[in-house]
C-alpha cells in the first residue's frame, strides 16, 4: 500500500472517475498495527482497486475534512466525494473490514 506523501497527491487520487480506498493511520496507533497484521490478504481479494495510507498526523488537515476521529479508519472516494468511511471502532478485525468492503464495494 503507497503512502500518500502530500495534499495535493490526496486531491488527485481521490477525484478519479474510480473508487480509491484509503487507510488512515498513525505510527503510535497500536490498532493499525493490529490491522496490517491481516490487511495483506484483503488487499490481494480487493486487488481491482487502488489503496493507499495516509498518515494522520501528517494531514491533520484531510483528516479533520474527511471526520477522521479514529485510526485506523478506511475510507472509500470517487469523483471527490467520500461514499463510505469505516470508523475505527468497527475495524478490529478482518471479518469486519471485508464486511464494510463487501458492502460497499460489492
Not at 45 to 73: H, T
Not at 78 to 88: M, Q
Request: hydrophobic share 35%.
Amino acid at each position: 500500500m503507497e503512502e500518500i506523501q502530500s495534499t495535493e497527491q490526496f486531491n488527485e487520487l481521490i477525484n478519479g472517475d474510480r473508487e480509491v480506498l484509503i487507510k488512515f493511520f498513525a505510527d503510535w496507533c497500536p490498532d493499525c498495527t493490529r490491522m496490517n497484521m491481516f490487511i495483506e490478504e484483503i488487499l490481494e481479494e480487493y486487488s481491482r482497486y487502488e489503496w493507499y495510507e495516509i498518515n494522520k498526523d501528517k494531514f491533520p488537515d484531510i483528516a479533520e475534512e474527511n471526520q477522521v476521529m479514529g485510526i485506523p479508519s478506511i475510507l472509500i472516494f470517487k469523483e471527490g466525494n467520500k461514499i463510505a468511511h469505516l470508523h475505527s471502532a468497527n475495524a478490529k478485525s478482518p471479518e469486519e473490514v471485508q464486511e464494510f468492503l463487501s458492502e460497499h464495494l460489492g
